[in-house]
Antibody, heavy 125, light 108 residues
């Protein structure tokens, strides 16, 4: 079964750090781009970051640049999000998601076809 | 950044109704548009990718259309399990892959 399982969410004080993990199973993890998407309480979805198959390219949304870092360990089939200098506005459910394109040649219509159940990060004093 | 705007923000409909949700991009995104369904407390689920391609396992009552800046998601005959929030998302070459603000579909 294709599956993503997030962990690491917790209650943390403003300015603190947290590392989220996402364990992948049931597919060849090293062949997919991977993303983190978050959802603040009662709000919509916000794409946070993504990373290329070999980790050579990483992109982060402007609001987390310099504070969050996406990474992966293909040997462990795992995706990570290191979160530093946390703020109240980072409070959210964080989902990891697999990116696929459904095609082996351009154009690559990327979409997120597999999602984890999410892990909750609460930033509060 | 490419901004995505959905309309309406909420919608009341009855079982059996035909429903259309609209998504507009702030600049052309060709057909790089995806639709997701999310139920309370659950992860999003991919419905449509590349504007009109139905994801495997998704019922055929769901369909997508459009290209450029204007897109629609149509549910041909609402079923009880379709009441949820729907999001569009652009996956054009320019990051971030912004989502629309969501459309909450409620039972009338």
């Amino acid at each position: 079964e294709v599956q993503l399982v997030e962990s690491g969410g917790d209650l943390v004080q403003p300015g603190g750090s947290l590392r989220l993990s996402c364990a992948a199973s049931g597919f060849t993890f090293s062949t997919y781009w991977m993303s983190w998407v978050r959802q603040a309480p009662g709000k919509g979805l916000e794409w946070v970051a993504n990373i290329k198959q070999d980790g050579s390219e990483k992109y982060h949304v402007e609001s987390v640049k310099g504070r969050f870092t996406i990474s992966r360990d293909n040997a462990k089939n795992s995706l990570y999000l290191q979160m530093n200098s946390l703020r109240a506005e980072d409070t959210a459910v964080y989902y990891c998601a697999r990116e696929d394109s459904g095609s082996n040649y351009p154009p690559y219509y990327y979409y997120m076809d597999v999602w984890g159940k999410g892990t909750t990060v609460t930033v509060s004093s | 950044d490419i901004q995505m705007t959905q309309s309406p923000s909420s919608l009341s409909a009855s079982v059996g109704d035909r429903v259309t949700i609209t998504c507009r991009a702030s600049q052309t995104i060709s057909s790089f548009l995806n639709w997701y369904q999310q139920k309370p407390g659950k992860a999003p689920k991919l419905l449509i990718y590349a504007a009109s391609s139905l994801q495997s396992g998704v019922p055929s009552r769901f369909s997508g259309s459009g290209s450029g800046t204007d897109f629609t998601l149509t549910i041909s005959s609402l079923q009880p399990e379709d009441f949820a929030t729907y999001y569009c998302q652009q996956s054009y070459s320019t990051l971030p892959y912004n989502f629309g603000q969501g459309t909450k579909l409620e039972i009338k």
